[in-house]
């Protein structure tokens, strides 16, 4: 009994985690219905940065937080404004917006082989190797703090979205772009915004799980995969679905991890991912879901 719920912990505590790594990438899919398949190469950015303010400035990840989020919010504007905003209302948009955050990725990832080479690097802080004890249950210090920083976000952001006036004007340009227009809100605004959110948000998961995780140029690609498995799991465009189909995720690995190898943990989060869909292909949301 003491095994299960040491699992089923460990496992949410993985969850939430990748809960916030996703909830940027559905929040910009929710809104301005475009994917952006460079989300875990900028969260392999996020990781880089706090590995850097850690060994050249001694600034903990969890304390870099407030460096890396207004840093990557900066660059989430202007990555739209340069690259994104033009390609928006164009016969083609879907098709050129994922092309462009494709490539965007490969520059990133090159960029970071050129930079930094494809040395693997980790991070050795206070809370490296360490644990707590609750009841019994050990739980990794890093995950743990990792954990309180994800609920804090999401709990943050659900009340940025549900009782702001941004957030109003946030949730009405999702539902319906011409009625928002119509209401005197600003879509270009608004889109800016929320990308700019986004990038923010995956800069804040890259910072928090950089002590927990090795870092090279294309740990991204292993997080892209996880992202959208869970966004389309939970229901595209879903603020509640993310943080639930991350929940799941991070479960099933930690159950496979124990019950057969933690090298397969990513295939069973994949069989689960196809079974759910098979049954509700819509994602567990539901379809239009928007929170």
């Known amino acids: 009994m003491d095994l299960v719920l040491q699992i089923i912990i460990s496992g949410l505590l993985l969850g939430g985690i990748y809960a916030l790594i996703s909830i940027g990438l559905n929040i910009i899919f929710g809104v301005i219905k475009i994917v952006n398949l460079a989300h875990g190469d900028f969260l ?21 937080v407030f460096i890396i989020f207004p840093a990557f919010v900066l660059l989430g504007v202007f990555i739209f404004r340069v690259m994104i905003k033009p ?3 164009t016969a083609e948009t879907e098709v050129n917006t994922i092309i462009a955050t494709a490539g ?8 970071a082989l050129m930079l930094w080479k494809s040395d693997i690097r980790a991070m050795e802080t206070s809370m490296t190797g360490q644990s707590y004890e609750f009841f019994g ?25 549900m009782y702001t006036k941004i957030g109003t004007h946030i949730r009405a340009v999702s539902q319906d772009t011409d009625a928002a227009t119509l209401m005197g809100i600003n879509v270009d605004k608004i889109y800016t915004l929320t990308f ?10 890259g910072a928090i799980i950089a002590p927990t995780y090795n870092m090279y140029p294309t740990i991204g690609l292993y997080f892209n995969t996880m ?32 019950l057969a190898s933690a090298e ?16 509700r292909p819509e994602g567990i949301m539901g379809k239009g879901a928007r929170v």
């Open 44 to 64: 392999m950015m996020a990781m880089y940065a706090a590995f850097f303010l850690f060994t050249l400035k001694g600034i903990d990840p969890f304390v870099g």
């Open 87 to 89: 390609l928006l209302g």
């Open 104 to 111: 965007l990725g490969f520059v990133l990832q090159n960029l």
């Open 137 to 161: 249950i050990m739980l990794s210090s890093g995950r743990t703090w990792a954990f309180i920083v994800c609920l804090i976000v999401a709990l943050l952001l659900y009340y940025v979205l």
């Open 196 to 205: 700019a959110i986004g990038i923010g948000l995956v800069g804040v998961a």
């Open 227 to 258: 992202a959208f498995i869970i966004v389309v799991l939970g229901g595209l465009g879903s603020f509640t679905g993310a943080l639930i189909g991350g929940l799941i995720i991070g479960l099933v690995e930690a159950f496979a991890g124990v």
């Open 264 to 279: 397969l943990a990513q295939v069973f989060s994949l069989l689960i991912f196809l079974v759910i869909l098979f049954i």
